[in-house]
């Protein structure tokens, strides 16, 4: 499902990557603290591949929050989805307020990768969408030289992952 039309722009937006030799269409969903679109959530999270749990390096409560925010997304999705934890405002290291040691170590307990990242200088923000992709292209068994069983998929012209 597409997101609603009257969604500010900075709350969903398309982008066309090219990640290891393939065409990717990855569109972000930013459902946090928009409660008008509540009745939604739940069917963005159903055909959600992949999510992204972010919070500010400069803010504890925003960190404090993630494992609702994840328990939330594990039922709705029944089961363990590909998830990043992404510590956002990297730029801001004056103003920090989680360690990236404590990032690190939520992420493993959440089983998930790790990054921090700046939306302001746009560090580290292309390889994280490119590691979310090829984390999901992993577990749908799509993926080139992944050993386990792979099972023989029809070649698309590029695909298309629903990252909330």
Same mark, same amino acid.
Request: net charge positive.
């Given at each position: 499902?597409?997101?609603? +039309?009257?969604? +500010? ?7 066309? !990557? ?109 390889? !994280?969408?490119? +590691? ?8 749908? +068994? ?23």
């Amino acid at each position: 499902m597409a997101p609603p +039309n009257n969604l +500010n722009r900075e709350d969903a937006y398309r982008k066309q !990557l090219v990640v290891d030799d393939r065409m990717c269409f990855v569109e972000v969903i930013d459902t946090a603290g928009q409660e008008e679109y509540a009745t939604l959530r739940d069917q963005w999270v159903r055909e959600g591949q992949g999510f992204i749990l972010v919070y500010s390096i400069a803010s504890r409560s925003t960190f404090d929050r993630l494992e609702t925010f994840r328990q939330s997304m594990r039922r709705v999705k029944r089961g363990d989805p590909i998830f990043m934890l992404v510590g956002n405002k990297c730029d801001k290291t004056y103003e920090r307020e989680v360690s990236k040691d404590e990032g690190a170590a939520l992420a493993r307990q959440f089983g998930c990768e790790f990054i921090e990242t700046s939306a302001k200088t746009a560090q580290n923000v292309e390889r !994280l969408f490119m +590691n979310l992709v090829r984390a999901l292209r992993q577990t749908r +068994n799509i993926e080139p030289g992944v050993p386990g069983p792979v099972k023989p998929q029809p070649k698309k012209k590029g695909g298309k992952c629903v990252i909330v």
